[in-house]
């Protein structure tokens, strides 16, 4: 619940606003003097959590001055680069509110449209995203690719977002305490929140064009977000049943084995000699494949199971109870 107040008793805090930052000398300066004058005009406890993903230019040395200065933010500081997604993770373990907020420290998202992204979630959603309508990044390199994609992991993931790739979003921590990020995975935490059923509602945000500094994404992304997909959509659908994914697979290359195989009693028929005809080959081939795919089904089984059980994860997500026993 977000406050009325500035403060709340024992120093805890309602939003925490999570940055990446990566060689952005140029901008984290302006970027952090701009947040901190939205922040001080919020009813609510604030923090910002920068984390320093290996930069290599002055933003270790500006984001020690901000933290000197400003006792809102904090600042990790990793050891080399590891990407955004690692950087967000480590962001959003290390932050205390009860609200998460991330977005990049570019200057291209607008820090002012944060109190738009508090109202909806006042409203009752879990998951607010931001989608840049007008978005300023060359069309073809960016813009272009981008819609794609978002087309392509709405489709999949079934959660209907025009702009999966903008990072200023807004999330209840109660959603995604759960969720641990790998690879470039950052972009699907909707699609993690609804899982758990989040509700997840999109607004548009006002996107400016970079002013200072480089991109750090291009072209070559693509490959990784669509590989990132399959795996998302492999742990939303089938993680705690691997065997109907790995049996259904086995099943029908079995039956194409089967198939083949009468094929090949036809063509004997009709006088071609089974060891002349290379259907036999096939129909072999696809029934043994079937049968490993079953295999391995049955082997995710155990491992699915002895992941859940060594840990005592639930299988489930529980959103609130009533007259319960503390």
Request: aromatic letters at 12%.
């Amino acid at each position: 619940m977000i406050g009325n107040s500035g403060s709340k008793p024992g120093g805890s805090v309602d939003v925490s606003i999570v940055v990446p930052v990566y060689n952005e000398e140029e901008n984290v300066q302006a970027f952090h003097k701009e947040l901190s004058g939205v922040l001080d005009g919020l009813d609510c406890a604030c923090e910002i959590v920068f984390v320093d993903d290996g930069s290599t230019d002055r933003s270790p040395e500006l984001l020690r001055a901000i933290a000197a200065s400003d006792r809102r933010a904090r600042v990790v500081f990793f050891t080399r680069n590891f990407g955004q997604t690692a950087a967000i993770s480590a962001a959003m373990d290390n932050a205390a509110g009860d609200i998460i907020i991330p977005m990049d420290a570019d200057l291209q998202n607008d820090p002012h449209d944060i109190p738009k992204f508090l109202e909806k979630i006042r409203e009752g959603y879990d998951v607010v995203s931001g989608w840049r309508r007008s978005r300023k990044d060359p069309f073809l390199t960016k813009t272009l690719p981008s819609r794609m994609a978002n087309w392509l992991i709405s489709a999949v993931g079934g959660v209907r977002l025009h702009d999966y790739g903008c990072s200023l979003k807004a999330y209840r921590r109660s959603v995604i305490r759960h969720v641990r990020l790998y690879g470039e995975m950052h972009r699907f935490i909707p699609l993690f929140a609804h899982q758990v059923g989040a509700r997840t509602t999109e607004i548009e945000v006002n996107h400016r064009p970079r002013a200072a500094g480089k991109s750090k994404y291009g072209l070559s992304r693509i490959y990784k977000v669509v590989l990132d997909l399959f795996v998302v959509k492999f742990l939303s659908a089938y993680f705690t049943k691997p065997i109907y994914f790995f049996g259904s697979l086995g099943g029908l290359l079995s039956a194409a084995g089967v198939l083949s195989g009468i094929w090949t009693l036809y063509d004997r028929h009709l006088g071609v000699f089974v060891h002349k005809n290379p259907k036999i080959l096939l129909a072999i081939f696809l029934f043994i494949l079937g049968f490993q795919f079953i295999m391995m089904g049955l082997i995710a089984e155990l491992l699915m199971r002895t992941y859940y059980e060594s840990q005592e994860k639930p299988t489930y997500f529980i959103r609130e109870k009533m007259n319960f026993d503390a």
